[in-house]
């Protein structure tokens, strides 16, 4: 078993954001994967935001799992607490690479 998959025991419902039509967000099919979900009160993440200009939050939590990028505005359910994804990027570590998704 790799150390990422050994780290993985939380599981996170995604619904995958798709687009927007008529000022209502659409989302693609409900999916589930094993991750690990890391709470902190006063976890800051920079990014930019879909004008380009950069922009700082506050984020409720990060997770880290396999599998294809999640998209940004998906939203992430996690032990009954539902979250909104901010940003999702491939990391390396481990010896393979995950994703950690930034959750608000």
């Given at each position: 078993?790799?150390?990422?998959?050994?780290?993985?025991r939380q599981t996170?419902?995604?619904?995958?954001?798709?687009?927007?039509?008529?000022?209502?967000?659409?989302?693609?099919?409900?999916?589930?994967?094993?991750?690990?979900?890391?709470?902190r009160r006063d976890?800051?993440?920079?990014?930019?935001?879909?004008?380009?200009?950069?922009?700082?939050?506050?984020?409720?939590?990060?997770?880290?799992?396999?599998?294809?990028?999640?998209?940004?505005?998906?939203?992430?359910?996690?032990?009954?607490?539902?979250?909104?994804?901010?940003?999702?990027?491939?990391?390396f570590g481990f010896?393979?690479?995950?994703?950690?998704?930034?959750?608000?």
């Amino acid at each position: 078993m790799s150390r990422i998959k050994f780290l993985l025991r939380q599981t996170a419902t995604i619904r995958p954001w798709i687009r927007s039509a008529n000022g209502e967000d659409i989302y693609g099919a409900e999916e589930t994967r094993k991750c690990r979900l890391q709470r902190r009160r006063d976890l800051e993440h920079t990014y930019k935001n879909p004008a380009g200009a950069m922009d700082q939050v506050v984020a409720r939590a990060k997770m880290f799992c396999e599998g294809e990028k999640i998209p940004e505005r998906s939203i992430v359910t996690v032990d009954d607490a539902e979250y909104i994804v901010i940003e999702c990027y491939r990391a390396f570590g481990f010896s393979e690479d995950h994703l950690e998704v930034v959750l608000q």
